[in-house]
């Protein structure tokens, strides 16, 4: 069994940073290719960020290339979302995936077999 638990979310103003944080365990960290998915109201889940296995390789969506930086410590079981130059359009439950089989890069929700509980960005104006 896979348990992942997300941490670090917040309110905080436009132009500002946040950083979230991701936890597995269960299996092999260093197997899994992790991905960041954020959830607006009333919008479809969407995919933010994901990373290679090793961390050497990584992809974003286009709206936050520049502005959030996805990383990873396989000796910490944990992978890292930094986000800068906040926008109000940013808020959304972010949610940490992951998955042993899917190709890099995949950005579909529905390919990723494991989910955290999700965790409240809110960017005020």
């Known amino acids: 069994q896979v348990h992942v638990v997300e941490s670090g979310g917040g309110l905080v103003q436009a132009g500002g940073s946040l950083s979230l944080s991701c936890a597995a365990s269960?299996?092999?960290?260093?197997?899994?290719?992790m991905a960041w998915f954020r959830q607006a109201p009333g919008k479809e889940r969407e995919f933010v960020a994901t990373?290679?296995?090793?961390?050497?390789?990584?992809y974003y969506a286009d709206s936050v290339k520049g502005r959030f930086t996805i990383s990873r410590d396989n000796a910490k079981n944990t992978v890292y979302l930094q986000m800068n130059s906040l926008k109000p359009e940013d808020t959304a439950v972010y949610y940490c995936?992951?998955?042993?089989?899917?190709?890099?890069?995949?950005?579909?929700?529905?390919?990723?077999?494991?989910w955290g509980q999700g965790t409240q960005v809110t960017v005020s104006s």
């Open positions: 269960g299996r092999t960290f260093s197997s899994f290719v």
């Open positions: 990373i290679t296995k090793s961390g050497s390789n990584t």
């Open positions: 995936a992951l998955d042993f089989h899917v190709l890099f890069p995949t950005t579909t929700p529905s390919r990723y077999d494991y």
